[in-house]
């Protein structure tokens, strides 16, 4: 057991590693890491399961701090308990180009960094999916090889940010008792006291989603661990609601909003060493206080290695199934699987909306990974993302394969994060494509941290209809394809929404967005190959000798494209088609597979039901565009396509204009 004194002296060291590395860097926010130092002390020393040595072994608690801001307390934290990565060095770079220690958290820059933190809200959204995943591979594998704790630093900002309610109401309604969440109750904001913009009950609103709440002293280890380990006992998660001082230790600034988001200043900084009794130079931790560090970072050795001998001792198909899904890698036979449905499509041709081509698709895809978890934001029938390998989840029975996410687009798409990042799982979701703006920033997020979740998005177009403008996506596409290291494909047919889904499924380093079609769509392949040409990004689908007009499309607008080039063939106009799934693949190509693919026609016409940013790039800026310059609006989904002019007649006319 850590004394009190022992306790301090540990809890001060996360202060002044903070405090010191914050001054050195010229910015930072030393508040929180100084005010909740010592919740991370009774956490990391006598409470989480972890390995520093062992920083990815599969069953250990996860820690995120939603509040990355205060990102020093992580990192500090990481030095302490001997992360390898996590040196004094990388402390002393804090915030500088290239170090590990970025303004805030950055999964992949250092072990022990569980998520990208930063957005205020998204952590505790991340925690979700995170509960959400282990409390699934516990009801699969059993509690032998998944029994752990999901643990949030949470702040004000973060509590108020309209994400955070969707996650914690998930989470109350699936009874996730094994998520806690600490909540850093220092009364202060950027602006700041708290009570200049929210008077919120955090309590009351927490019960009201079906959570456990407890208040304590922030700065009494007692009170914080007695509350944790209430919350092991609780049938529901848990909200710790911790009373700290912001900037705790420094005389003249602790408890005020200046000590939140700058540095404190070498006049306040020695104070808070006589303040707090430490005697020692900046980024200096004495050897009796790291040496108690280390010894809490070796805490959990026995109960990993008895993890792996209870991995190493079960049944040979479970133990292969389960290091397999944590290792990332896909199940022998996908690839066979995709080339005999490839082969069915080539040779039964269907008109089909690309969001029932998806279905179909997934049917396959379920049927062979065992690992993917489907979804819908309450748009199951529209989405098309259940199959019948997918029994739906409920608050008792994590058997099914299937997330009924309620109307929560933010809350869903952080979430799905959170169960990419805990690993063991490949989520799926369902939306409109028009609530991707909904989704953007944890999109964002995902692309950032490269991590493989993939988002179903139908309804792309105003082939939608009747729903109109406020439903009819027309800017999204191009917003969408600006996100780096995502990949937003539209597919044409059913035999390019396979394909789509096949790279999706394997690119583990990369989320992708699936943009789905509303109206059936004739079949544009109909012919087999074995090579995924959509992987190309782009590619030719209707050849011509000596083409005059190059007509590229994307997803249903390639159906017209084929029509127009057909027309202008019969009129003695070469013509020729490709077909553009994905901006980004194409943009990785080689120089010169794009200059083939891109052509010498001296006419060129890009036909999209979006608007044109983004097209240049490929058709070049002097080139036709047949598309969307306003919103939408309501009515038939035909006649939409007559009234703003995306039609066969208009590629047509508008080739012949520059010919």
């Not at 520093?52 to 030095?79: E, I, N, T």
């Amino acid at each position: 057991m850590i004394s009190r004194e022992q306790h301090n002296r540990m809890a001060n060291a996360i202060r002044f590693l903070s405090m010191d590395a914050v001054q050195k860097a010229n910015s930072g926010h030393p508040g929180l890491p100084m005010g909740a130092a010592d919740i991370a002390t009774v956490l990391f020393t006598r409470y989480l399961k972890f390995d520093p040595k062992q920083p990815l072994w599969a069953d250990r608690d996860r820690f995120v701090l939603s509040a990355g801001h205060g990102s020093m307390l992580l990192y500090s934290v990481l030095y302490l308990t001997g992360y390898e990565d996590m040196t004094i060095e990388d402390i002393k770079q804090f915030r500088q180009i290239g170090a590990k220690t970025a303004g805030h958290p950055e999964y992949g820059h250092a072990s022990g960094i569980e998520t990208t933190t930063g957005p205020l809200g998204q952590g505790i959204a991340n925690a979700v999916g995170m509960a959400i995943a282990e409390r699934k591979l516990r009801d699969e594998f059993g509690s032998d090889l998944q029994d752990h704790y999901t643990y949030v630093l949470s702040g004000d900002g973060c509590l108020m940010e309209g994400i955070s309610q969707e996650a914690i109401s998930l989470a109350g309604h699936l009874k996730l008792n094994k998520l806690i969440v600490f909540w850093d109750d220092n009364d202060i904001t950027i602006d700041g006291h708290v009570g200049v913009a929210d008077s919120t009950d955090q309590h009351a609103r927490f019960r009201a989603c079906g959570w456990n709440t407890i208040a304590v002293d922030g700065h009494n280890p007692d009170e914080i661990a007695a509350a944790i380990e209430t919350a092991h006992k609780s049938d529901k998660p848990t909200m710790i609601a911790c009373k700290t001082i912001i900037g705790f230790g420094a005389p003249t600034k602790q408890g005020t909003h200046n000590v939140h988001g700058a540095p404190l200043g070498a006049e306040e900084i020695a104070a808070a060493r006589k303040q707090l009794n430490w005697d020692y130079e900046p980024f200096v931790v004495p050897s009796d206080v790291l040496d108690a560090w280390r010894a809490a970072g070796q805490r959990s050795v026995k109960a990993r290695s008895d993890w792996e001998a209870r991995l190493a001792a079960a049944d040979a198909g479970k133990k292969a199934e389960f290091t397999r899904r944590f290792a990332g890698k896909l199940p022998e036979g996908f690839d066979a699987a995709i080339s005999a449905y490839k082969q069915k499509l080539a040779d039964e041709k269907p008109t089909v909306a690309t969001r029932k081509a998806s279905e179909n698709a997934l049917e396959v895809v379920n049927g062979i990974i065992t690992e993917t978890i489907g979804g819908s934001a309450d748009l199951t029938g529209s989405n098309n993302t259940k199959t019948s390998q997918t029994k739906s989840i409920t608050p008792t029975d994590f058997s099914g394969r299937y997330m009924h996410w309620g109307v929560r687009e933010h809350g869903m798409a952080a979430a799905m994060n959170g169960m990419a990042l805990h690993g063991g799982l490949i989520p799926y979701s369902g939306g409109f494509l028009i609530f991707s703006d909904y989704c953007r920033p944890s999109i964002r997020l995902a692309s950032l941290m490269g991590i493989r979740v993939i988002h179903v998005l139908t309804h792309d177009s105003i082939g939608l209809g009747e729903d109109g403008p406020t439903h009819q996506p027309v800017e999204q596409m191009a917003a969408l394809r600006a996100i780096p290291n995502l990949m937003m494909f539209r597919p044409a047919d059913a035999t390019e929404t396979a394909e789509c889904w096949q790279i999706a499924l394997e690119a583990h380093d990369r989320p992708s967005g699936i943009a789905l079609t509303r109206q059936n769509l004739m079949a544009v392949r109909t012919e087999m190959s074995e090579k995924n040409l959509c992987a190309l990004g782009a590619y030719e689908l209707v050849a011509a000798k000596d083409a005059k007009v190059s007509i590229f499309a994307s997803g249903s607008e390639v159906e017209i494209a084929v029509l127009a080039a057909r027309a202008l063939n019969d009129k003695g106009i070469a013509a020729r088609v490709v077909s553009v799934p994905c901006f980004e693949l194409f943009a990785e190509q080689p120089d010169a597979y794009r200059a083939a693919v891109i052509g010498t026609a001296p006419v060129k016409i890009g036909v999209e039901a979006g608007i044109r940013q983004g097209w240049d790039a490929i058709i070049g800026s002097d080139a036709a565009f047949i598309g969307m310059k306003s919103f939408g609006a309501s009515g038939p989904y035909k006649e939409l396509y007559k009234h703003f002019g995306i039609t066969v007649e208009a590629v047509v006319a508008a080739a012949e204009a520059r010919i």
